[in-house]
């Protein structure tokens, strides 16, 4: 079972940047695709960005679209996500997680494609 720890989260103003880090414990990393869901208090969670095994696909929800950027390095098991021009309702707790292998690439924007989700970092926007 893979171990998946989130770090980079914290307070930031509208308007600015945080990037989010999770790094994967194990050695077969870089053979599944990765995801990164957030959950606001009192709402369901929902998909953020999504990306290929080596990177070179990537799929955002269309509320981050052109503002956050997924990012991996297989090298260091790293799942990464720049995140700028925050806004007051980006404020959730974010998570990184592992898709299982085979699915369809639409299929990765519902948390069912995923198996091993991480712990969690907050992620606060003020207004």
């Known amino acids: 079972q893979v171990q998946l720890v989130e770090s980079g989260g914290g307070l930031v103003q509208a308007g600015g940047s945080l990037r989010l880090s999770c790094a994967a414990s194990g050695r077969t990393f870089s053979m599944y695709p990765m995801g990164w869901f957030r959950q606001a208090p009192g709402k369901e969670r929902e998909f953020v960005a999504a990306i290929n095994w080596n990177g070179a696909s990537t799929i955002y929800a269309d509320s981050v679209k052109g503002r956050f950027t997924i990012s991996r390095d297989n090298a260091k098991n790293t799942l990464n996500l720049q995140m700028n021009s925050l806004k007051p309702e980006d404020t959730a707790v974010y998570y990184c997680?592992?898709?299982?292998?085979?699915?369809?690439?639409?299929?990765?924007?519902?948390?069912?494609?995923?198996?091993?989700w991480g712990q969690g970092t907050q992620v606060t926007v003020s207004s």
């Open positions: 997680a592992r898709a299982l292998l085979g699915r369809s690439w639409l299929s990765l924007k519902q948390g069912v494609a995923y198996d091993s």
